[in-house]
């Protein structure tokens, strides 16, 4: 079971009612000091990823961010990357791994990956956000696995 601020992508399959990769949203007023993830990449994805923060209300497009870091400094900002790769790429080089099981019990070693904002991100209204989402039809022939999650306060 995933709760709160947590979100697990991987393998959709219809017939085993998985559903498509969720959306990780986080609503204000919080503050989050950091993401982190938590891979298993037997292979990894050809998945793109997005994150936007933005309130209720916003009117045009959002600015794009040049860097991860950038999505804590606008109120109504994207940070979009073509691959899976990439957006771990910005996260830091896996420092240490925890053992999980699969559905079947099966355990896998994931690598944990983090990004610390500096200063941390905050939504300080109720109507503020923060999205994170993935391209769900680019998981369905991957045997990947990926716990997102926004620690915060």
């Known amino acids: 079971m995933v709760t709160g601020r947590v979100v697990r992508w991987q393998r959709e399959e219809a017939g085993q009612e998985i559903p498509a990769p969720p959306t990780l949203i986080v609503r204000g007023p919080t503050s989050i000091p950091r993401l982190v993830?938590?891979?298993f990449?037997?292979?990894t994805p050809a998945a793109a990823v997005d994150l936007l923060r933005t309130f209720d209300g916003a009117s045009g497009?959002?600015?794009?961010?040049?860097?991860?870091q950038d999505l804590a400094t606008a109120p109504h900002i994207r940070r979009s990357y073509a691959s899976l790769a990439a957006f771990l790429a910005d996260l830091t080089t896996p420092v240490d791994a925890v053992e999980l099981a699969d559905l079947d019990g099966n355990p896998g070693s994931y690598e944990l990956r983090t990004f610390t904002f500096g200063p941390a991100l905050d939504l300080p209204r109720p109507g503020d956000r923060l999205?994170?989402?993935?391209?769900a039809g680019?998981?369905?022939a991957s045997n990947a696995v990926l716990?997102?999650?926004a620690e915060g306060a």
């Open 37 to 39: 993830a938590a891979t």
């Open 41 to 43: 990449l037997p292979d």
């Open 61 to 68: 497009p959002p600015a794009v961010a040049a860097a991860l």
């Open 131 to 135: 999205e994170i989402s993935t391209s």
């Open 138 to 140: 680019a998981w369905i």
């Open 147 to 149: 716990y997102l999650r």
